[in-house]
């Protein structure tokens, strides 16, 4: 490599630096997990605060947060320090995200019930930002360390499995260690104290997961870019980020985020439903789909990266889409159209549990052709304007990823109470037809957010070989800019 002002450039990572970055994606799997499978049930059914009051809750400290991604992104692009761009905010960041992790978990009882809905809210906000000053400029790293286009898939293979592994061994911990029945609490999962020390111990993991990443990456500083030497203004921000936000290829994959995201989210709002009414699984049953869960990323982590060599990644998601979503509803359809087996048969389970592996493990592997092609918007968007804005283009994605999520688990309660689903019913006494009709939504809604977000990906046009084009460019520009050459024209050069 020349001594240029391009980043690390072209270039393979070593096992340890993947294993240093990825591993920080445990704090967001910890805080992700415990607020998509025990917050909401903690504050409705311990703390005593009204289900809907509390759903309103979490849906408005999620879309508030949602807004204060793009910020961090584009202050982290534009940090001039010693530590360089990113590092910075993922220090900072590390005691705060435990801190308000135990708090969110520790609610005042003594308050009043207006007291504590602006208590969650407050604290739930707190946490989502506090994570995000890690995860937004930890995200957009993964373009830093590497342009190359399938080593930068390699990396985030390694972020997605940390990232779900860290989760599921929380919750199993979490419901093993912690939530375990007393005297006092015959259910484990309403034991207050139990909570608390999960959220001890949650928060403390989350620092130490923040910690390793941020130590154990700070040695590639030296190789990573610096913001340009200019006076950062509110004005300069602001077109910044409209002049970014102009880009065909980012806004393509930034549109099929909003519906591949809502999908994703009603997807996780509503299993539950159908693995209790519809396939009527008990409680043991369903709690080992986590093991499927976590056969699915590691068999994601070990697949992403030689689909990714063989095939350009925006056919390979398109692809990928689709086909998760198949094995999601696939016996759904089956069941619908009479021809699956029926639920006392000893191969209903099986069936569900590897057609859950399959729809993970696709899903996730998507996902990760997803970030990667958002980490390639970087250069495409260098090359027509001169900026680097990695924060930028990874928080406009978390902020589709964070709004339209909660919108998703908002219709899955839309769509419950369409097919005027019972409440508190046991499984098997719910009508068939209101089962069916569950079904009967819930498929073909999933068919459009899927089929849209597969459909406007096909907009997105950079490939293996432009990209490599674009590198070949931005290093011509790189080379004339050391020798002295006006800079100016690198995003015009052909």
């Given at each position: 490599m020349s001594n240029t002002p391009t980043p690390a450039g072209a270039r393979r990572l070593s096992l340890s630096t993947r294993l240093f970055y990825g591993f920080g994606s445990v704090a967001f799997g910890v805080k992700d997990n415990g607020f998509s499978?025990?917050?909401?049930?903690?504050?409705?059914?311990?703390?005593?605060?009204?289900?809907?009051?509390?759903?309103?809750?979490?849906?408005?400290?999620?879309?508030?947060?949602?807004?204060?991604?793009?910020?961090?992104?584009?202050?982290?692009?534009?940090?001039?320090?010693?530590?360089?761009r990113r590092h910075p905010f993922m220090y900072a960041a590390a005691l705060p995200v435990a801190v308000s992790y135990l708090l969110i978990w520790n609610p005042p009882m003594a308050w009043s019930q207006g007291g504590q809905v602006a208590y969650l809210v407050a604290v739930a906000v707190l946490i989502r930002t506090f994570i995000s000053c890690y995860e937004v400029p930890s995200a957009a790293l993964a373009a830093e360390l590497t342009t190359e286009y399938d080593e930068r898939t390699r990396?985030?293979?390694?972020?997605?499995?940390?990232?779900?592994?860290?989760?599921?061994?929380?919750?199993g911990l979490a419901l093993a260690v912690f939530l375990k029945p007393t005297a006092a609490h015959p259910v484990g999962q309403l034991n207050p104290q139990g909570y608390a020390h999960y959220g001890l111990f949650a928060g403390a993991l989350m620092l130490f997961a923040i910690l390793v990443t941020a130590i154990g990456t700070h040695r590639e500083i030296p190789n990573l870019r610096a913001p340009p030497q200019e006076r950062v203004t509110l004005?300069?921000?602001?077109?910044?980020?409209?002049?970014?936000?102009?880009?065909?290829?980012?806004?393509?994959i930034l549109a099929s985020g909003f519906f591949l995201y809502a999908g994703i989210g009603l997807g996780f709002a509503i299993n539950l439903y159908f693995g209790t009414y519809f396939w009527q699984f008990s409680a043991g049953e369903i709690a080992l789909f986590s093991f499927s869960s976590l056969t699915a990323a590691v068999l994601a982590f070990l697949i992403a990266p030689r689909i990714a060599q063989r095939f350009d990644k925006r056919p390979a998601a398109v692809i990928l889409i689709p086909a998760g979503?198949?094995?999601?509803?696939?016996?759904?359809?089956?069941?619908?159209?009479?021809?699956?087996?029926?639920?006392?048969?000893?191969?209903?389970?099986?069936?569900?549990?590897?057609?859950?592996?399959?729809?993970v493990g696709?899903?996730?592997?998507?996902?990760?052709?997803?970030?990667?092609?958002?980490?390639?918007?970087?250069?495409?968007?260098?090359?027509?304007?001169?900026?680097?804005?990695?924060?930028?283009?990874?928080?406009?994605?978390?902020?589709?990823?964070?709004?339209?999520?909660?919108?998703?688990?908002?219709?899955?309660?839309?769509i419950v109470g369409a097919v005027h689903f019972p409440t508190g019913a046991k499984p098997g006494s719910v009508p068939a037809d209101i089962v069916r009709h569950l079904g009967l939504v819930y498929v073909p809604t999933q068919m459009v957010l899927y089929g849209a977000a597969a459909l406007l990906l096909l907009g997105y046009g950079i490939t293996r070989a432009s990209h490599h084009d674009t590198l070949r460019?931005?290093?011509?520009?790189?080379?004339?800019?050391?020798?002295?050459?006006?800079?100016?024209?690198?995003?015009?050069?052909?």
């Open positions: 499978y025990f917050l909401a049930f903690f504050y409705a059914q311990v703390v005593g605060v009204p289900a809907q009051t509390v759903g309103l809750a979490i849906m408005l400290a999620l879309i508030l947060d949602a807004f204060i991604d793009p910020i961090i992104g584009q202050l982290s692009d534009n940090t001039r320090s010693r530590w360089g990396l985030l293979s390694y972020r997605y499995l940390f990232g779900w592994v860290g989760g599921l061994a929380m919750y004005g300069r921000l602001a077109r910044e980020m409209i002049a970014s936000a102009a880009n065909r290829n980012f806004l393509m979503l198949a094995f999601q509803i696939g016996p759904v359809m089956l069941r619908l159209a009479g021809v699956f087996v029926s639920n006392d048969s000893p191969w209903i389970f099986p069936t569900i549990f590897v057609t859950n592996i399959f729809s696709l899903g996730i592997i998507a996902n990760i052709l997803f970030s990667s092609m958002i980490a390639d918007v970087v250069e495409d968007s260098e090359l027509k304007t001169g900026r680097r804005q990695e924060g930028l283009f990874f928080a406009a994605i978390a902020f589709a990823n964070k709004s339209t999520t909660g919108l998703g688990i908002f219709a899955s309660g839309l460019k931005l290093a011509a520009a790189a080379d004339l800019a050391a020798e002295g050459e006006p800079a100016s024209s690198q995003g015009r050069l052909s």
